[in-house]
């Protein structure tokens, strides 16, 4: 497996592939990809004060089907990170520990991009894969 930048960037294609083929009900595998720069384009930009519209998180669609997923989620893909734990978010010595960064991170971006939720797709070395997101969407 590769080590930084190459790791994340294998895990957000195959992720979106997961969710193209989820979306396209098995379909097709090319509606959802990379967002330039992982969500860094938009990032740049919004720090000039502009908007870059579908280029928020780490992925966006490229089949206008997929469309109401990220009308609705900012989504942040992190991979590796084999020490983070959820329990740190109650017992951690840490300011920030390392999943309410990861989510501090996605909120920020669906802020900037006037998204209702968010959503963080995690995965550790060595396992399953998990979903972080707004318990307010699973109450509509």
């Known amino acids: 497996m590769a080590k930084g930048h190459g790791k994340g960037g294998q895990f957000e ?9 989820w979306l396209s009900n098995g379909e ?6 990379r967002t330039s720069q992982s969500g ?17 998180g780490d992925l966006t669609f490229t089949d206008s089907r997929a469309e109401w997923l990220f009308e609705l989620f900012v989504l942040e ?19 920030e520990p390392e999943l309410l960064a990861f989510w501090n991170q996605c909120n920020r971006d669906r802020e900037e991009a006037n998204r209702p939720y968010s959503m ?21």
């Open 13 to 21: 294609r195959d992720t979106s592939r997961m969710l193209s083929m």
């Open 28 to 33: 097709d595998d090319s509606w959802v990809w």
């Open 40 to 56: 860094g384009r938009a990032t740049q930009r919004a720090k000039k004060g502009k908007k870059t519209s579908g280029a928020y």
């Open 77 to 95: 893909l992190k991979r590796g990170y084999s020490g983070t734990n959820a329990l740190d978010l109650i017992d951690s010595r840490k300011k």
């Open 120 to 140: 963080v797709i995690l995965k550790r070395d060595r396992k399953s894969i998990c979903c972080m997101i707004h318990v307010y969407f699973l109450q509509n």
